[in-house]
């Protein structure tokens, strides 16, 4: 997931001038992650940052990246004291916490608070929401989305007076399962159908938020809200995937959820909170939290060696120098020797065996110092595989005999076995054998011939088929296709196949047998190989240096020119004329027709030529090729040469 | 080795005229697709550091797709949004990866061993000009008694000099694969700029060409072999890239479409 990340906003973490933008951009790109983007906005900088899912728990917040800057830039971070809150006060209304399934809601947080006052966030609060392309709503749902945004724990907060309250002015926030047939309405007006297995926040009558994913509208905070609830939870990361995936709703605070977040998070999150309410609000009444905590995450420990570290990343650190860097990397540890017992932080879920510590280790010393070395000898003799050598001897094979090689889909309209979500109804089964793909190519570039410049069109595909359920073939098809219509047509395309087939059974020493179907020749390559003798590997083969050359998406024209000239008259000398003059839209050009004869005047030989115009911009009309052709015409005969 | 002696390596007729420019019928020759130009190409590099080719099926069991890579049970990578199932066999995918091929192998074959695993994949993914629902990779897999991180940055060096030229040079940068760990991104110095900084590399001098890492212990265990006897790396590419990146070529789904137009300029 990419996180938009304020480079004012990460300065408010140290008292100390931090990296550029620039220095900002490569460190984080060498040892941490990606940054996609930068841009300047105002006196602002903001990086579109790249955070790998395994530390979606702890840097999807400007404070997990702020930890890594000072990590990694050795710039320690402001010591960030929260301040208690000093007035006693007690709320009107008592605030009672239920959660159904510990399981799916490891930890619930709520507190009231009375006697707000809903508006405008201040400048400095809209501007850091806005910065990172938040919108500002009023200062109570902007407080939620910064500490989100600021230390990764989503929160939310219900208007207490939507809420239902008993006779004894208690409330309570129930975390459970939905029931039969329970709905909810979004702020945006869609209301959704609650299944059972979905975990909502309600009160004692009714649904009031999908946890984790969205509020409903029935206890939103708006400007006639005077007291609310703040909520920061812990949600279970597979269950709220699941769910956001059924209702169709992804979110900021959903997609951290979706990660795995530490329940430790939670008290942090509602300190920040309160800590801001007080300061927009200084007549707020706040309550007591009620902490529904009951399996408190318990702090791992791995045990490793300077043996194991140096032995994964071939480094020769020190015991000294990892030292320094687990306490660069803020990890607790207990150092006996060369044995490290370390306590990671409790938000680095994604750190439970020496090779995590290794990574954390590696990337901090910068894996570019890693230095090259040669494998260990590994006594290991490797054996060519048949499906591999004997492949690209057939491919080379036919590509000798002019034959060029094809990939096609394996996805078909039609076919055995099928594919439980495809992608289009054309694209419902795999493909049964590669002798229906191979006919559509040959349809296609027949058609394409006079722009290939080709009389004939030859073509190959080696590849998986499946024809049948759980089948899974290695086939090869060869399809000819003579473009010039003749009346031996199907007897010619039959033995070139013929002589295909043939000369590979004999380079391969085996027959082959297959099936032919009109102008194609398929077989069942997997099959033969059985039969074929351990291969010895081949001389490594080098791809061609060319640069491709899109071509044209518009129809090509065809238009033939014969002429006469005096013997001596070469082939090039003719076309360089009719090329200058054909221009920019002569796409291919072919000789197909060369003889001499006498005359009185003396000999003369007779060019014949296939041209084929074709734009890059347009569909060409008969008018434009016409005169084209005429000043062909006119400059060759010019030339004194007789155009026929 | 063969009767008629047109083996080893053919040569080829080279159009560097390209469409725009003349087109003759003096080529008999045909042409070998450019996947395959490239497949090859890297295969036999590796072939020739002393790498086996080995092969898996593409249509593969979630455990060896999934399980088998230390990927979690409840990961979105198994979601129908993300892999295709296949109808009427439970618990089979058509491969996302050739990592699928990691376990197989391990389960037959004793380390040491080198080896590389060309092959189809498959992704669930709406088609455009940059992405397709079936593409080739190439994975790379090494096992035996101490193997580290230092041992792949040396083969993938020594692997993309062979390809790019003596100059070639890699760098890692911190990711993250549910197979590896420590897991990497490989970068390769532009081959069209030598690492000066072009469109091609978008001046960074840097092209992303490969995941990699060590292999994760749990992978290990799948495949029958003891973590802490023996360690190994893994890395993996995606050829159509390469192919595309070398070529020019600006559409992904020309290379699956059978086009002589595309296949005959190479």
Avoid at chain 1, 447 to 467: C, H, S, T, V
Wanted: net charge negative; charged share 25%; glycine share 8%.
């Amino acid at each position: 997931m990419n996180i938009s990340i304020s480079y004012n906003w990460l300065k408010s973490h140290f008292d100390k001038d931090i990296p550029n933008s620039g220095e900002f951009v490569g460190i984080l790109t060498k040892n941490l992650a990606e940054v996609e983007g930068v841009e300047i906005r105002g006196d602002d900088t903001i990086f579109d940052i790249k955070i790998m899912p395994d530390r979606g728990h702890d840097l999807l917040c400007h404070k997990g990246i702020a930890r890594e800057v000072s990590v990694l830039s050795g710039v320690p971070l402001k010591n960030e004291k929260r301040k208690t809150k000093n007035k006693k006060s007690s709320p009107a209304t008592m605030l009672r916490v239920f959660v159904e399934d510990v399981k799916l809601c490891p930890r619930y947080m709520g507190l009231v608070v009375e006697n707000i006052k809903v508006g405008d966030s201040p400048a400095w609060l809209r501007t850091r929401l806005e910065s990172v392309g938040q919108r500002s709503i009023n200062n109570i749902v902007d407080i939620t989305n910064f500490v989100m945004l600021e230390i990764g724990q989503p929160m939310h907060a219900f208007d207490l007076g939507k809420l239902a309250t008993n006779d004894k002015q208690q409330t309570t926030i129930e975390v459970r399962k939905a029931r039969g047939g329970e709905k909810i309405t979004t702020l945006d007006e869609k209301e959704i159908i609650l299944t059972p297995d979905t975990l909502v926040i309600a009160d004692s009558n009714q649904a009031l938020a999908i946890a984790g994913i969205k509020g409903g509208k029935d206890a939103v905070v708006d400007g006639a809200t005077t007291s609310i609830i703040f909520e920061a939870a812990n949600f279970n990361a597979v269950h709220t995937r699941k769910t956001a995936q059924r209702v169709g709703i992804r979110t900021d605070s959903s997609k951290r959820f979706e990660h795995g977040l530490s329940p430790s998070l939670v008290s942090d999150a509602m300190s920040l909170a309160v800590e801001m309410l007080v300061e927009l609000c200084p007549d707020a009444i706040v309550g007591e939290a009620i902490d529904v905590y009951p399996e408190p995450q318990q702090e791992k420990t791995i045990t490793m060696s300077v043996k194991d570290i140096n032995g994964i990343l071939g480094t020769t650190l020190s015991g000294d120098e990892v030292e320094k860097i687990l306490n660069r990397l803020d990890f607790k540890n207990e150092r006996r020797g060369e044995i490290f017992v370390v306590t990671p932080p409790l938000l680095r879920l994604d750190l439970v065996i020496k090779e995590d510590i290794a990574e954390e280790i590696g990337r901090v010393y910068g894996f570019d110092k890693v230095i090259d070395a040669p494998l260990p000898p590994l006594s290991f003799t490797p054996k060519p595989l048949k499906e591999y050598y004997y492949a690209n001897m057939i491919r080379d094979t036919l590509v000798a005999q002019g034959f060029s090689e094809v990939y096609t889909s394996s996805f078909q309209k039609e076919g055995v076995f099928a594919v439980e979500n495809p992608l289009a109804l054309d694209k419902a089964f795999l493909r049964k054998d590669l002798a229906t793909n191979i006919k559509q190519s040959l349809e296609l570039n027949t058609y394409n011939a006079p722009l290939l410049g080709l009389d004939e069109i030859k073509i190959f595909e080696i590849g998986k088929a499946f024809p049948g359920v759980m089948q899974e073939k290695l086939l090869c098809v060869i399809g000819i296709e003579m473009v010039k219509t003749n009346k031996k047509k199907a007897e010619i395309t039959r033995e070139a196949l013929e002589q295909a087939r043939t000369l590979l059974g004999e380079i391969l020493e085996n027959p082959i047998d297959g099936e032919f179907s009109e102008n194609i020749f398929e077989f069942d390559l997997g099959a033969f190989l059985d039969k074929l003798p351990e291969p010895k590997a081949g001389e490594p083969f080098t791809s061609t240096s060319t640069r491709y050359t899109k071509f044209s998406p518009y129809p090509f024209m065809l238009r033939d020119i014969a002429l006469w000239v005096p013997e001596g008259i070469s082939v090039d000398d003719v076309l360089s004329v009719v090329s200058s003059e054909a221009g920019e839209l002569l796409r291919t050009k072919k000789l197909f027709d060369v003889f001499t004869k006498e005359f009185p005047e003396g000999k003369k030989t007779s060019y014949a030529f296939n041209l084929v115009f074709q734009s890059y911009e347009k569909t060409l009309s008969d008018e434009e090729i016409n005169s084209i052709m005429e000043r062909i015409t006119t400059t060759l005969s010019a030339k004194s040469w007789q155009v026929r | 080795m063969s009767k008629s002696g047109m083996f080893g390596r053919v040569r080829f007729f080279v159009y560097d005229r390209g469409m725009k420019g003349d087109r003759e019928d003096k080529d008999i020759q045909g042409h070998l697709h450019p996947l395959t130009q490239i497949m090859r190409e890297i295969v036999d590099s590796f072939v020739a550091m002393g790498f086996e080719v080995a092969d898996g099926p593409e249509v593969e069991s979630e455990y060896y797709n999934f399980d088998a890579l230390n990927v979690p049970q409840d990961h979105p990578a198994r979601d129908m949004q993300d892999t295709f199932w296949v109808k009427g066999v439970p618990s089979t995918v058509l491969r996302t990866h050739t990592s699928s091929v990691q376990a197989r192998y391990m389960e037959k074959h004793k380390p040491p061993f080198k080896i590389v695993v060309p092959g189809k994949v498959f992704r669930y993914e709406a088609t455009d000009a940059t992405h397709e629902a079936q593409f080739y990779q190439i994975e790379g897999l090494v096992v035996g008694e101490d193997i580290s991180l230092a041992n792949l940055k040396h083969t993938l060096n020594e692997f993309f000099k062979r390809l790019y030229g003596p100059e070639a040079n890699i760098r890692f940068r911190p990711s993250f694969f549910p197979f590896v760990e420590p897991g990497v991104e490989v970068d390769v110095s532009c081959f069209k700029c030598d690492g000066k900084g072009c469109g091609m590399c978008k001046q960074t001098g840097y092209i992303e060409v490969m995941g990699a890492g060590m292999v994760h212990p749990n992978v290990l265990k799948s495949g029958g072999i003891d973590p802490k006897k023996y360690s190994g790396f893994a890395f993996g590419t995606g050829v159509d890239r390469l192919v595309m990146l070398k070529y020019g070529i600006d559409d992904i789904r020309l290379l699956y479409a059978g086009d002589l137009r595309l296949v005959n300029q190479f």
